[in-house]
């Protein structure tokens, strides 16, 4: 504590709390932008009094424990969309449950992240796995709706016709 009250060691340890957390939050996947914006208005300051560098310390790896945790959330849920996107009965209120989140709180981290809404990104993932479908069976459309998860052929149809 005595060290913390000169003035460039407090600002040395706040820049090293600082890169530490950072380097933290990129080997969990997260990016510096949404670091840099989560710390926000700490990002600019480095000058602190020493009793202020606790404080501070913890609320950085606060910032960087929700960054990894949602990181954590939107992988699980996109690998359990990855096996369960053909199925007709997949909703966000599924994965939701299954990655064990709010369906309101995973909708937003879902939209934030991927720029797409979840239903957006089904369909997407349905839609590819019908064009290749089409491409290399002869297998009737009404089955490769049944396939990717529609059980109306003729809704498939029309959403394939309105995205591809």
């Given at each position: 504590?005595?060290?913390?009250?000169?003035?460039?060691?407090?600002?040395?340890?706040?820049?090293?709390?600082?890169?530490?957390?950072?380097?933290?939050?990129?080997s969990v996947g997260g990016s510096k932008e949404e670091y840099l914006q989560a710390i926000g208005e700490y990002a600019q300051n480095i000058h602190m009094e020493s009793e202020e560098v606790f404080e501070y310390f913890v609320k950085m790896l606060q910032i960087a424990i929700e960054i990894r945790d949602k990181d954590s959330t939107l992988r699980r849920a996109l690998e359990y969309i990855q096996n369960h996107y053909t199925e007709e009965s997949l909703t966000l209120g599924n994965v939701a449950c299954e990655v064990q989140v709010n369906a309101n709180y995973l909708s937003s981290i879902f939209s934030q992240s991927m720029e797409k809404t979840f239903t957006e990104y089904v369909t997407e993932k349905r839609m590819e796995k019908a064009r290749k479908l089409l491409r290399d069976t002869t297998v009737a459309t009404a089955e490769i709706a049944a396939t990717?998860?529609?059980?109306?052929?003729?809704y498939f149809s029309f959403v394939f016709k309105k995205t591809q």
């Amino acid at each position: 504590s005595e060290a913390l009250k000169s003035r460039m060691f407090c600002e040395y340890v706040v820049l090293n709390i600082r890169f530490t957390i950072l380097s933290y939050v990129e080997s969990v996947g997260g990016s510096k932008e949404e670091y840099l914006q989560a710390i926000g208005e700490y990002a600019q300051n480095i000058h602190m009094e020493s009793e202020e560098v606790f404080e501070y310390f913890v609320k950085m790896l606060q910032i960087a424990i929700e960054i990894r945790d949602k990181d954590s959330t939107l992988r699980r849920a996109l690998e359990y969309i990855q096996n369960h996107y053909t199925e007709e009965s997949l909703t966000l209120g599924n994965v939701a449950c299954e990655v064990q989140v709010n369906a309101n709180y995973l909708s937003s981290i879902f939209s934030q992240s991927m720029e797409k809404t979840f239903t957006e990104y089904v369909t997407e993932k349905r839609m590819e796995k019908a064009r290749k479908l089409l491409r290399d069976t002869t297998v009737a459309t009404a089955e490769i709706a049944a396939t990717v998860g529609y059980k109306d052929s003729h809704y498939f149809s029309f959403v394939f016709k309105k995205t591809q």
